[in-house]
């Protein structure tokens, strides 16, 4: 069975700081995806990550992909408020599933004056 | 270009009762997937429709089935509604089936469910 697992699933950060959110696969996938949702909204696509060693960036955000370690990380620069969400990552499946998308029970942000 | 869209955004229903839930993709796009969101579950995969064949299914029971439509535009349907059936209801659109896209899912806003 695929599992995908973000740490932490909680955080708490101050304004200005850094901090990177993870995310472990346990599927060969080498697609990984990162959503952003604010409360009771729909998925915002952040990056799609296709091969490994893929990084992207985008504002205070850089995602990157290990395929290798079955890791990606969510890197936040100088938070924000605006951050303040959650943060799904999710993989394709096998192929006998389909390749159905499979999440992570998602990083909920706080970001603090 | 117009986004996914979900109709409709809100539903309340009663146990027992059957509920369609109708999802159109972007234009152009021909696969639409369904996602589950709750609370306790999280995002939990439910069907997923490319050119009006279903491709795969989640591990749901037989009460959700879908279809897909020439236009690709889908539908969901939930027949005899239980209490935990209650949730957000998200569909995704892609060009291509699931697994080989290259510039990901884009997520309708999504049909929130309460099963009273």
């Known amino acids: 069975e695929l599992k995908v697992e973000q740490n932490p699933l909680f955080l708490s950060m101050q304004e200005g700081k850094n901090y990177t959110i993870y995310c472990n696969y346990s599927t060969t996938s080498d697609r990984l995806y990162w959503y952003r949702q604010d409360p009771g909204k729909s998925l915002e696509s952040l990056f799609v990550?296709?091969?490994?060693?893929a990084v992207k960036q985008e504002g205070r955000l850089m995602a990157s992909l290990d395929t290798k370690a079955r890791l990606s990380t969510l890197h936040i620069t100088a938070a924000v408020h605006d951050l303040s969400a959650t943060y799904f990552c999710a993989v394709d499946g096998d192929p006998n599933s389909g390749y159905a998308l499979n999440f992570g029970k998602g990083t909920s942000l706080l970001v603090t004056p | 270009k117009a986004g996914v869209t979900q109709t409709p955004r809100y539903l309340i229903k009663t146990r027992g009762q059957q509920v369609t839930l109708s999802c159109s993709p972007i234009s152009g796009h021909r696969s639409v997937s369904w996602y589950q969101q709750t609370p306790g579950q999280g995002l939990q995969f439910l069907f997923e429709y490319f050119s009006e064949t279903q491709r795969n299914k989640g591990n749901f029971p037989g009460r959700f089935s879908g279809r897909q439509f020439s236009n690709s535009r889908s539908e969901m349907n939930v027949s005899t509604l239980e209490l935990g059936d209650s949730a957000l209801y998200l569909c995704?659109?892609?060009?291509?089936?699931?697994?080989?896209?290259?510039?990901?899912?884009?997520f309708g806003s999504g049909t929130r469910l309460t099963v009273v």
């Open positions: 990550l296709l091969s490994n060693g």
């Open positions: 995704a659109s892609s060009a291509t089936p699931t697994g080989h896209t290259f510039y990901g899912y884009t």
